[in-house]
Structures are given as structure tokens and as C-alpha cells.
């Protein structure tokens, strides 16, 4: 599978931005699928992750203001940022699990830069 991520860019603090994860076959067939990101200098963090069962799970950090959800019929999974802070500023990837004979496979996409000027 592919996955395509769009809709980053440059806002300013308290803005938003709609991040959105197209995968080039069912996203059904995964077991969770999420949102991570990367600052320079810094390791990959998860940021917000959605199961095949629909529940979700947010880094403490951006509770309360970002938002995933899921289309199986578009085959998307899209991050809603709000209240933006300089410190969301990273390129963020979408990440598919799939669960087989007990053994994780992820799949990434390409990373969407986000910047959020103070």
C-alpha cells in the first residue's frame, strides 16, 4: 500500500490545519492507523492514532486540540489541528499497522511539513 500525505503549510500560532492521509488501497484492512511527527534534531513521536474498532489516542500534548478521524469509503485518515503552537512545528507522517502472525508491519508515507509561526 501507498499513502499520500497532504494539507501541511504555514500557519500562524492559534491557527489550524487539516492534515489528510490517502492510501492507495483499504485502510479496513489495517489494524490502526495514525499520525506521527518529526522536529529537526529530534526522533519521530507519535502524535495521535486511530484503531479498525474506531478508538482513538492523542500524545498528551495535543489533547484537546487535534482531532483524528477516518473515511473507509474514501480510504483517508485525517489529523484536524487547532490552536496551533510553534512547538507543533515538524514534518508529520501517516503511519499504517497491520497485524499478521503476530508480527507489526508499518507503512509510511512521504511527510507533510508543518510550520507554525509565532
Known amino acids: 500500500v501507498q499513502l499520500q500525505a497532504s494539507g501541511g503549510g504555514l500557519v500562524q500560532a492559534g491557527g489550524s490545519l487539516r492534515l489528510s492521509c490517502a492510501a492507495s488501497?483499504?485502510?479496513?484492512?489495517?489494524?490502526?492507523m495514525g499520525w506521527y511527527r518529526q522536529a529537526p534534531g529530534k526522533q519521530r513521536d507519535l502524535v495521535a492514532t486511530i484503531t479498525s474498532g474506531g478508538r482513538t489516542n492523542y500524545v498528551d500534548s495535543v489533547k484537546g486540540r487535534f482531532s483524528i478521524s477516518r473515511d473507509t469509503a474514501m480510504n483517508t485518515v485525517d489529523l484536524q489541528m487547532d490552536s496551533l503552537n510553534p512547538e507543533d512545528t515538524a514534518v508529520y507522517y501517516c503511519n499504517a499497522r497491520l497485524l499478521v502472525s503476530y508480527r507489526w508491519y508499518d507503512y509510511w508515507g512521504q511527510g507533510t511539513q508543518v510550520t507554525v509561526s509565532s
Open positions: 488501497g483499504s485502510i479496513s484492512e489495517f489494524n490502526v
